[in-house]
T-cell receptor
Framework: AQSVAQPEDQVNVAEGNPLTVKCTYS??????LFWYVQYPNRGLQFLLK??????LVKGSYGFEAEFNKSQTSFHLKKPSALVSDSALYFC??????????????FGGGTRVLVKP | KAGVTQTPRYLIKTRGQQVTLSCSPI?????VSWYQQTPGQGLQFLFEYFSETQRNKGNFPGRFSGRQFSNSRSEMNVSTLELGDSALYLC???????????????FGPGTRLTVL
């Protein structure tokens, strides 16, 4: 069965510093990988995805993620964090080929706190 | 283009009652998935509908059911509510291609269900 791990419950970073949110995955085949962000009392907002190709994926709001197949990781990064980046971040995976449809398996989430 | 909409946004029910939640996908999207989000269990997949057919189902009891209409709108129903059903229920829509698709799921704001 596929799984996703986000080893850090919370990440604290000063505004302007680089931000990294870690994600590792386990799937039986090649993965589709996603990052979502959730602000308080809101749904999940799509940031970026890796399907195939370049291991460095660029997404919304200055975020990017690096796919590393040998380490089964898909860490989310932002070169310079903003206070407004404070939110809950989720990594998710979908198998290729999908067993059926669009089921996403999520990690437990990482809370990011960016301090001024 | 309007995003995914969910109604109602908040619900308060008592144990033993039943509840119906509604989801309208992004125009042109044919796949609708439902997820339950709780502090203890995180984000868990409930089911996915595509072309009015359930395409995939998560590990939830039969009290949880859903359906999809010909206009792709979806409803989920929870019967005989239990305290543990208190959660944020999220709906996500995607274009809904076949196996191997690279579709992104876009989430609605969720329905916050409280069971007393």
């Amino acid at each position: 069965a596929q799984s996703v791990a986000q080893p850090e419950d919370q990440v604290n970073v000063a505004e302007g510093n680089p931000l990294t949110v870690k994600c590792t995955y386990s799937v039986s085949g090649n993965p589709y990988l996603f990052w979502y962000v959730q602000y308080p009392n809101r749904g999940l907002q799509f940031l970026l995805k890796y399907i195939t190709g370049d291991n460095l994926v660029k997404g919304s709001y200055g975020f990017e993620a690096e796919f590393n197949k040998s380490q089964t990781s898909f860490h989310l990064k932002k070169p310079s964090a903003l206070v407004s980046d404070s939110a809950l971040y989720f990594c998710a995976v979908r198998d290729i080929p999908p067993a059926a449809g669009n089921k996403l398996t999520f990690g437990g989430g990482t809370r990011v706190l960016v301090k001024p | 283009k309007a995003g995914v909409t969910q109604t109602p946004r908040y619900l308060i029910k008592t144990r033993g009652q039943q509840v119906t939640l509604s989801c309208s996908p992004i125009s042109g999207h044919r796949s609708v998935s439902w997820y339950q989000q709780t502090p203890g269990q995180g984000l868990q997949f409930l089911f996915e509908y595509f072309s009015e057919t359930q395409r995939n189902k998560g590990n939830f009891p039969g009290r949880f059911s859903g359906r999809q209409f010909s206009n792709s709108r979806s409803e989920m129903n929870v019967s005989t509510l239990e305290l543990g059903d208190s959660a944020l229920y999220l709906c996500a829509s995607s274009l809904g291609s076949g196996a191997g698709s690279t579709d992104t799921q876009y989430f609605g704001p969720g329905t916050r269900l409280t069971v007393l």
